[in-house]
């Protein structure tokens, strides 16, 4: 059974730093794209870093520059760093993942899953001014 689990969320003065880490965990083969997306009160979810398998990053206008995302591939993993934060980063940040491919293992066969779409469950971000 797959799973994203996030961690690094928190509280953080106006232009700190936090680094939000994501871990894809079960039997999986391969992951298409790995990010983040944000949602803060009253908005619609939007899309902050993405990176794709390899190496590929597309980032939201508003973070270019100080926000960074990288991927371990062998761990399954994505990281966001975040550089000079501000009040309006203030949000439940998501990691999901796309296109990703998991396995299972019977009698020596391995039979691969049809592409799907993973999200995890959410960490606070908040910026104080």
């Known amino acids: 059974q797959v799973q994203l689990v996030e961690s690094g969320g928190g509280l953080v003065q106006a232009g700190g730093s936090l680094r939000l880490s994501c871990a894809a965990s079960?039997?999986?083969?391969?992951?298409?794209?790995m990010g983040w997306y944000r949602q803060a009160p009253g908005k619609q979810r939007e899309l902050v870093a993405a990176?794709?398998?390899?190496?590929?990053?597309n980032q939201a206008d508003s973070v270019k520059g100080r926000f960074t995302i990288s991927r371990d591939n062998a761990k399954n993993t994505v990281y966001l760093q975040m550089n000079r934060l501000k009040p309006e980063d203030t949000a439940v940040f998501y990691c999901?993942?796309?296109?990703?491919?998991?396995?299972?293992?019977?009698?020596?066969?391995?039979?691969?899953?049809?592409?799907?779409?993973?999200w995890g469950q959410g960490t606070q971000v908040t910026v104080s001014s």
């Open positions: 079960g039997s999986i083969f391969s992951i298409r794209t």
């Open positions: 999901y993942a796309d296109g990703l491919i998991d396995f299972a293992q019977a009698m020596g066969k391995m039979t691969f899953s049809p592409m799907r779409d993973y």
């Open positions: 990176v794709t398998s390899g190496g590929s990053t």
